[in-house]
């Protein structure tokens, strides 16, 4: 297949192109303010197995449902509780998915067979536009081959997805720069199944008490807050979003989380790369602009400030794909839990890095 780039912005047509494409069953990925989105007409079972097709996706792992306007959900929710209006009438259109209990005219294609429906309205004027003139809602997984970091300019996209996608609308570069946060309104208390920019604060200041889903849940109360080893998903507990379970985001070297007190941190990352750049190892360091300068500046990759959490998720992606392509062998990041803020940031970090933490309190260089 033949894969058209288009800049959304520059070209007066291009999103009319896109919709003409989901309207007649295609799939277009496309820019929103969190990540780019592979779409196709969430209302068409065939269309819905073609976006499992081209990402490598398992068919029990369900999609969002992109909506435009707040009228729309009605027609896929079965019901709309009250928490769900609050929270729609505070976040949408914004990064913030919720699950409810769906109407028979979402297909079990888009699902997985669940009888719930996950629902997002985007912020970002090419995918609101693309949404309306398509006339259907649009069913977008995070537009990478299943596993890869998700996409945060057209560049990505077309590095996993160029020959198998119809059209990428070029909308620049994500403002967000990782997924929805995803929250459960089924239950009489809201459950978080995916954290992410929208903080378990934003959520309580809404609707007063929120809970999260324990495999997911992470570094949570005080007692944890300078325990980042703590933030294994937890014991045997399965997700309860399908897609918390799979491996993601995993560079091809080691990536290695390195918690601690501040000092230690920097002890053990400093000797560890001085150690395996003299055996001749790629090593990089994932570091913040406040630690930047106590690395060798050639090996350091800034993910951005520790104050401004948001900085280094819109970073976060783009840092691992760059990784791959300087074919990184080990990988130190310091762990970036300074509080709940956090939370989004570190369970995707924790993800690339297989859960590999070291607690450089206990241990003083790396050993392969
Ligand atoms: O920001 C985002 O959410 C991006 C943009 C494109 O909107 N989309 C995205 O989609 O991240 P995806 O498919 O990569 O992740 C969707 C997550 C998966 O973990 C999936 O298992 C979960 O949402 N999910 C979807 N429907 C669900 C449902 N009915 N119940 C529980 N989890 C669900
Ligand atoms: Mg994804």
């Known amino acids: 297949m033949k894969t058209l780039i288009l800049k959304a912005f520059e070209d007066g047509s291009a999103i009319k192109k896109g919709a003409e494409i989901i309207a007649s069953g295609g799939l277009v990925a496309f820019p929103t303010e969190t990540v780019y989105g592979l779409g196709a007409n969430g209302l068409d079972p065939n269309a819905a197995k073609k976006i499992y097709a081209a990402k490598g996706r398992p068919s029990d792992n369900p999609l969002i449902l992109h909506i435009c306007r707040l009228s729309e959900l009605s027609e896929l929710a079965e019901e709309i509780p009250e928490a769900a209006i609050k929270l729609a009438q505070r976040f949408w259109p914004g990064p913030l998915t919720m699950i409810f209990k769906k109407k028979p005219i979402v297909p079990d294609a888009v ?77 009489d208390i809201p459950v978080i199944l995916r954290p992410g920019h929208i903080t378990l604060k934003d959520l309580e200041d809404v609707l007063g008490e929120v809970r999260i889903d324990p495999a997911v849940s992470g570094i949570m109360s005080d007692k944890d807050r300078c325990s980042p080893e703590e933030t294994h998903e937890h014991g045997d507990a399965v997700p309860r979003a399908p897609g918390m379970k799979y491996t ?33 190892v790629r090593t990089w360091v994932i570091a913040s602009e406040e630690t930047r300068s106590f690395y060798p500046e050639e090996n350091v990759l800034v993910m951005g400030s520790l104050t401004d959490i948001s900085s280094m998720e819109k970073e976060l992606f783009k840092t691992l794909r760059y990784l791959d392509q300087e074919n ?9 839990y300074t509080d709940e803020n956090a939370m989004g940031l570190m369970n995707r970090m924790l993800k690339a890095a297989g859960h590999r933490i070291i607690n450089a309190d206990e241990e003083g260089e790396y050993k392969c």
């Open 328 to 336: 990184a062998e080990v990988i130190f990041s310091e762990s970036f």
């Open 111 to 187: 699902t997985g067979g669940l009888d719930t429906v996950a629902v997002r309205m985007p912020d970002h004027p090419v995918a609101k536009e693309l949404i309306m003139l398509s006339g259907c809602p649009i069913a977008a997984p995070s537009a990478n081959i299943s596993g890869r970091p998700s996409p945060v300019t057209a560049e990505h996209v077309a590095e996993d997805l160029e020959g198998k996608v119809d059209l990428i609308l070029d909308g620049g570069k994500c403002s967000v720069g990782i997924e929805s946060t995803i929250v459960d309104v089924t239950e």
């Open 248 to 280: 993601h985001y995993a560079p091809k070297g080691e990536l290695l989380i390195i918690s601690g007190s501040r000092e230690k941190v920097r002890d053990y990352i400093k000797k560890s790369v001085s150690s395996l750049k003299e055996r001749g």
